[in-house]
């Protein structure tokens, strides 16, 4: 595949991401189910564990970018968000999201404020992740996510498949013990891609 400056770029800005804080080891696989890996990171720096959502899906590239990009809707599959809504448009490839996450009791309902970045490729679309909360003040009812970083990429396979990678890092916040969260940590990019499959396949039908 012949690889852009713009998407080399990208590449080294995810590897220094991920590494700038932490030491990582090597990925283990954590689970494999209905055509979903999920992949663990251990950090010796941090008790939370990142993880990376890899499957195929039968559908067109763009028609998942816009999925990923249309915040309002967000709420409709993605793991246990109430809320999704646009705080800012800065440009057509670039945006400030808000979202509230209703995780059940004991534990508080967490939100967070993140700039959302899409770079396209010839066959590849790259959305990065990262907290942004100079435009909104922390509400009462909510812990604020604000130690977080992510991104989505996409690779086309074909004009209707494409290899889907979702890769996060983030601390709760607040008083969740961290080997809760990670007795957890597969079930949300599990559903997540589950529901997101559903919907991106059932709109290349159309």
Known sequence: MKRSPTLFLSLLFFLLIGGSCYSQKKP??????EGVKVYLTKFDSTAFKEYRAVMTVN??????????????????WNYKTRKSELVKKISDSSWIFY????LGWPIQDR?????VTLTRNENERIITILPENRLLKEKPGYVRLTNFKGFWCLKKVSDTQTLVIQQIYGNPGGHIPAFMINMVITKGPFDTF???RKRVENLNKK
């Open 28 to 33: 283990e696989l954590a689970l494999n189910k």
């Open 59 to 76: 559908a067109n590239i763009d028609t998942i970018v816009k999925q990923l990009v249309d915040v309002k809707n967000l709420k409709k």
């Open 99 to 102: 979202m509230t996450h209703h």
């Open 111 to 115: 939100d967070h404020v993140s700039k």
């Open 194 to 196: 589950r529901e997101l």
